[in-house]
């Protein structure tokens, strides 16, 4: 600053008055950045959070295309009288009853390995008296599919169908 600015017009010097000066005090720059660093915290888990989220979602989305590539190939299995009591075992086998735990095998999709669970069971039969009694004649097919290491029943696919035979009659 110019010295001339401080020079009253009678030549004397006159003190310059610092209270009117406006800026930030050091505590006020502190509580700024305290601030600033718990909103980029939130913004940097929120960050990690949905990072997690989406690796999740496409492990369901892989899952989602193992049981459905399965339920295809159940469908793809005529409901005959040679497949309806054939073992279940993929991808040769048939459309034979499991046990209600299911047939549980590990298959990797991807680089990622999944536990599938299939429970086929028998819902109805034909009646006694008829040809065949005893017989299937619809099947409930369950297919679970959970990654591996999954912490959560929400990371699990699900898809249930039924199948039925051509056999003629009211059952």
Same mark, same amino acid.
């Given at each position: @600053?110019?010295?001339?600015?401080?020079?009253?017009?009678?030549?004397?010097?006159?003190?310059?008055?610092?209270?009117?000066?406006?800026?930030f005090t050091l505590i006020e720059t502190a509580i700024a950045l305290v601030i600033m660093m718990i909103?980029?915290?939130?913004?940097?888990?929120?960050?990690?959070?949905?990072?997690?989220?989406?690796?999740?979602?496409?492990?369901?989305?892989?899952? @989602?295309?193992?049981?459905?590539?399965?339920?295809?190939?159940?469908?793809?299995?005529?409901? =005959?009288?040679? =497949?309806?009591?054939?073992?279940?075992?993929?991808?040769?086998?048939?459309?034979?009853?499991?046990?209600?735990?299911?047939?549980?095998?590990?298959?990797?999709?991807?680089?990622?390995?999944?536990?599938?669970? =299939?429970?086929?069971?028998?819902?109805?039969?034909?009646?006694?008296?008829?040809?065949?009694?005893?017989?299937?004649?619809?099947?409930?097919?369950?297919?679970?599919?959970?990654?591996?290491?999954?912490?959560?029943?929400?990371?699990?696919? =699900?898809?249930?169908?039924?199948?039925?035979?051509?056999?003629?009659?009211?059952?």
């Amino acid at each position: @600053m110019n010295a001339s600015n401080n020079v009253k017009q009678d030549g004397s010097l006159v003190a310059r008055n610092h209270s009117q000066e406006q800026g930030f005090t050091l505590i006020e720059t502190a509580i700024a950045l305290v601030i600033m660093m718990i909103i980029s915290l939130g913004v940097a888990s929120l960050f990690a959070y949905a990072t997690h989220a989406n690796g999740r979602a496409d492990d369901r989305e892989l899952a @989602m295309t193992i049981a459905q590539r399965r339920l295809e190939w159940f469908r793809t299995i005529p409901f =005959t009288t040679q =497949t309806r009591q054939l073992a279940y075992s993929y991808p040769t086998g048939g459309l034979g009853a499991t046990s209600t735990a299911g047939v549980e095998e590990t298959v990797t999709n991807a680089g990622h390995s999944f536990r599938v669970t =299939t429970i086929v069971q028998n819902t109805s039969f034909v009646p006694s008296g008829n040809p065949d009694a005893g017989a299937p004649t619809v099947k409930t097919i369950q297919i679970s599919v959970t990654p591996l290491g999954s912490v959560s029943t929400f990371d699990s696919v =699900t898809i249930t169908t039924q199948r039925s035979t051509q056999v003629i009659g009211n059952f």
